[in-house]
């Protein structure tokens, strides 16, 4: 099993241009989630799929969208990125909604 | 607002000696995880603590749950270079939603 896996691991952007992260997991889990690590800040959730077919904010929502496509997928993207949203991006997944399990994160730099 | 409030932010010591890491909140928490987090990589579950007053222990560290579930250590016997890493608390209130530490940054030299 690959537990969480994301693409892309690194990414640089140039301020307003879009992209997308994709998020799969393997582990059959029902939740998922976005975070974002930035020093000092610990993690804080953008967005989460508590099922498939459901998505809700978290704490900073602004700036992103995501889309569950199906229970294995959660995508998260960046409409007109800005340097604010340079940062590690963490996807995770859960069976109980509590412990989860991260990918190995995707790290973004917005010039 | 940071509700979970990690202590210290960065602990630097010699292989061999104790420490202990605190993770203190106003709040109660239904559950509280630890995680470690290695350089270029995400967080890994270590432990989940439930019911006030518990005491897990893993090898050499003992994870135990405030009475009043508002707090939470981590105490690490022996520490050992593998210990190396970022060790975060996270405090569940509901169900889907986790309040994360910003962290304690562990170095153990050799």
């Known amino acids: 099993n690959a537990g969480v896996t994301q693409t892309p691991k690194f990414q640089v952007l140039k301020t307003g241009q879009s992209m997308t992260l994709q998020c799969a997991q393997d582990?059959?889990?029902?939740?998922m989630y976005w975070y974002r690590q930035d020093p000092g800040m610990g993690l804080r959730l953008i967005y989460y799929s508590a099922s498939e077919g459901t998505t809700d904010k978290g704490e900073v929502p602004n700036g992103y969208n995501v889309s569950r496509l199906n229970k294995r997928e959660f995508s998260l993207r960046l409409e007109s990125a800005a340097p604010s949203q340079t940062s590690v991006y963490f996807c995770?997944?859960?069976?109980?909604?509590?412990?989860?399990?991260f990918g190995p994160g995707t790290r973004l730099t917005v010039t | 607002t940071q509700l979970l409030e990690q202590s210290p932010q960065f602990l630097s010591i010699q292989e061999g000696e104790n420490l202990t890491v605190y993770c203190n909140s106003s709040s109660v928490f239904s559950s509280l995880q630890w995680y470690r987090q290695e350089p270029g990589e995400g967080p890994v579950l270590l432990v989940t603590v439930v019911t006030g007053g518990e005491v897990k222990k893993l090898k050499r560290l003992t994870f135990q749950f405030g009475d009043a579930r508002k707090d939470s250590s981590l105490h690490i016997t022996a520490a050992q270079p593998g210990d190396t890493g970022l060790y975060l608390c996270a405090g569940a209130r509901s169900n889907y939603q986790l309040i994360w530490g910003a962290g304690t940054k562990l170095i153990i030299k050799p």
């Open positions: 582990m059959n889990h029902n939740s």
């Open positions: 995770a997944s859960s069976w109980t909604g509590v412990e989860q399990y």
